[in-house]
T-cell receptor, first 114, second 112 residues
């Protein structure tokens, strides 16, 4: 297992376009998280899944954002009608529910909206 | 409302010195406090973590000190090396049943 994989690494899009990011978690991890990180800030929680169920969504997650985790494996995060304020690093992390609460993060997808 | 407050924002330390980063939390129900290390272009990586039933945890050159009554915890990096230059984030969660909340980060530079 090579860890958490995110694709693409970089995405440049024009304002108003839709974008979709993919995350492949560590295979035995049942929880998957999406965070957003802007320059000079810590990661901010967006949403998370336990298996295929989306358990929590942050108020940061406007209705332009949607996430899925079909079959409890990989996940996608879609942003519709992108805005310049959406420019950020989108981080995916996975963990196994249990005693150890540490997350394994991917390297992120850097989104630039022009 | 920021649940975890981290300081300082940036830190410059001489090689071989001790780096100290502090965090304060508000929610007394938090019971797991990890520190993450992030290099440019990479995601955060778990460095060390502590639970409130102990006051200190040490792993190699990295030590977490925890003060439950003050609701504070800190990361100490002994014998700091240039390779430690990175951004460090503290975080907290409630038994893993709430998503990790992160501090704003400390950018550490270790100079020779």
């Amino acid at each position: 297992d090579t860890g958490v994989s995110q694709d693409p690494r970089h995405k440049i899009t024009k304002r108003g376009q839709n974008v979709t990011f993919r995350c492949d978690p560590i295979s035995e991890h049942n929880r998957l998280y999406w965070y957003r990180q802007t320059l000079g800030q810590g990661p901010e929680f967006l949403t998370y899944f336990q298996n295929e169920a989306q358990l929590e969504k942050s108020r940061l997650l406007s209705d332009r954002f949607s996430a899925e985790r079909p079959k409890g494996s990989f996940s996608t995060l879609e942003i519709q009608r992108t805005e310049q304020g959406d420019s950020a690093m989108y981080l995916c992390a996975s963990s196994f529910q249990g005693v150890n609460y540490g997350y394994t993060f991917g390297s992120g997808t850097r989104l630039t909206v022009v | 409302q920021q649940q975890v407050k981290q300081s300082p924002q940036s830190l410059i330390v001489q090689k071989g010195g001790i780096s100290i980063i502090n965090c304060a939390y508000e929610n007394t129900a938090f019971d797991y406090f990890p520190w993450y290390q992030q290099f440019p272009g990479k995601g955060p990586a778990l460095l060390i973590a502590i639970r409130p039933d102990v006051s200190e945890k040490k792993e190699g050159r990295f030590t977490i000190s925890f003060n439950k009554s003050a609701k504070q915890f800190s990361l100490h990096i002994m014998d700091s090396q240039p390779g430690d230059s990175a951004t460090y984030f503290c975080a907290a969660t409630l038994s893993g049943n709430t998503p990790l909340v992160f501090g704003k980060g400390t950018r550490l530079s270790v100079i020779a």
